[in-house]
């Protein structure tokens, strides 16, 4: 409800029933967003649908050429597990990440930002 509004995508609201969990993602998740967020924790790296989403959204922005993926650190995670995850252990060397006090403040102008 803020302005502008940001929407965001839930599976359990926004994922078509009877469709396949694979096309929901994609379609849904990641085609139907300009910005992805990543909570990166253990919960995540144990996901093989996590990194299936995660390697999809970077799929699609490397094609399109934007760094439209917002990565928030929601726990460490050793080194050696982010490496599990195709893109994630290099994309966390090479790009800034939200965790500090100034969390919200910091994510919503990373969302509503229309020039990255």
Avoid at 52 to 58: K, S, Y
Avoid at 95 to 116: D, E, G, H, P
Wanted: positive net charge.
């Amino acid at each position: 409800n803020g302005v502008p509004p940001i929407q965001l995508c839930l599976h359990m609201r926004d994922f078509q029933a009877g469709k396949s969990i694979a096309s929901n993602i994609i379609d849904e998740g990641i085609m139907g967003s300009r910005k992805i967020i990543v909570v990166v924790s253990q919960r995540f790296i144990d996901s093989a649908w996590c990194r299936f989403e995660f390697e999809l959204a970077q799929s699609r922005f490397m094609m399109e050429r934007s760094a439209n993926i917002i990565i928030i650190i929601l726990e460490d995670v050793e080194e050696k597990k982010t490496k599990k995850v195709f893109g994630l252990h290099k994309h966390l060397k090479k790009n800034t990440y939200l965790n500090n006090m100034r969390f919200w403040i910091r994510l919503r102008k990373a969302i509503i930002a229309t020039n990255q």
